[in-house]
Structure formats: structure tokens, C-alpha cells
Nanobody, 122 residues
């Protein structure tokens, strides 16, 4: 079993920055692949950034602006968000799964956090 708790959300003006954190606990093997997703009201959930076996991958919409990283000693996943835009406004979720092959970058995640709200004003 894996538990995920996000933090760091808030309100920021366009062009600003935020750093999200996801504290992970539980079976390490079950969270070898971790990702950030987001969902805005009325929209489908979308993958933002993923890191599996240390290799990062980004959605085109955030490439060059967002950076995913992890501190294995602290069991924490991060999402550094820079040059933020109003369209980045959403609830952001941390997710984990055992293996990248189980659905690729954005599918097959079976552990989810409760989410943290990010709001970017123009």
C-alpha cells in the first residue's frame, strides 16, 4: 500500500512560480514510477510530468517551464512550476505505480493523493 500527500498549492500571478511537494510512504517498489496530473473544472484529467526509474517526461504544455524531481532520501516528489500561466490553474494530483510498462507515462496509476489547488491569475 502507498500513501501520497500533496502540498504547496496556492495562488500566484501569471509569470510567477510555485513548488508542489508529494510526500510518499508505503511500499517503495509500488511507487517506482510517479507522476503529476492536473484537472481543471470541466476538463479531463491530464498528465503533466512523470518520472520513472529516474527518467523525466513532460507534457508539451509544460515543457521548459515545469521540472519534476524526487528526493528518495525524503520520499518526496516535487514539481517546480515557473513562468506560470492562467491555463495552469487546476487541482494537481500526485500518483504512483509499480512500473512504467503498466500504461506508459500517463496510464495505469493505482495510487493517488488528495490533490492541491493551484490558481494562476492574469
Amino acid at each position: 500500500q502507498v500513501q501520497l500527500v500533496e502540498s504547496g498549492g496556492g495562488s500566484v500571478q501569471a509569470g510567477g512560480s510555485l513548488r508542489l511537494s508529494c510526500a510518499a510512504s508505503g511500499d517503495t517498489d509500488s511507487r517506482a514510477c510517479m507522476s503529476w496530473f492536473r484537472q481543471a473544472p470541466g476538463n479531463d484529467r491530464e498528465g503533466v510530468a512523470s518520472i520513472c526509474d529516474g527518467r523525466p517526461h513532460y507534457a508539451d504544455s509544460v515543457k521548459g517551464r515545469f521540472t519534476i524531481s524526487q528526493d528518495n532520501a525524503k520520499n518526496t516528489l516535487y514539481l517546480e512550476m515557473n513562468s506560470m500561466k492562467p491555463e495552469d490553474t487546476a487541482m494537481y494530483y500526485c500518483a504512483a505505480k509499480r512500473d512504467w510498462r503498466l500504461g506508459g507515462y500517463w496510464g495505469g496509476f493505482n495510487y493517488w493523493g488528495q490533490g492541491t489547488q493551484v490558481t494562476v491569475s492574469s
